[in-house]
């Protein structure tokens, strides 16, 4: 399965190009904007388990510096401040990394 399965490709490429500026992204409007905000929860289960490259049922620090590159690899890395920022709005258990639960609160709230 792939991100362009569930989301369109002109959606994800506008949602890259509004975060392309360092320290620019904004996890609300990158959903948004990409179309993940308006999925199935089903479907967001789905994009999850696409991001958790290690499948270790939570997306850690490491590889949500990567968060871009997973829709485009040609996008670029997120700051160590947007990765910190993107984690501490979702870990709701302060456990340093977003479960499958926390993602998915993330992206419909």
């Known amino acids: 399965m792939s991100l362009t399965s569930i989301l369109s490709a002109e959606a994800i490429e506008n949602a890259i190009k509004d975060c392309q500026a360092p320290e ?3 996890y609300k409007k ?3 904007l990409c179309g993940l905000s308006s999925k199935t929860p089903q479907e ?9 490259e290690d ?4 997306i850690e620090e490491s590889e ?3 968060f871009l590159q997973r829709f ?6 997120l700051s160590e401040a947007e990765t910190k920022t993107f984690i501490s709005a979702a870990d709701d258990d302060s456990d340093g990394r977003i479960g499958a639960e926390e ?4 992206v419909q709230s």
Do not use: H, W, Y
């Open 55 to 58: 499948n270790s049922g939570f």
């Open 103 to 106: 993602f998915q609160t993330m």
């Open 72 to 77: 485009v690899p040609e996008a670029r890395t």
């Open 24 to 26: 620019s992204f904004c």
């Open 64 to 66: 949500l510096k990567f």
């Open 30 to 32: 990158f959903f948004k």
């Open 44 to 52: 967001v289960k789905d994009v999850f388990q696409i991001l958790d």
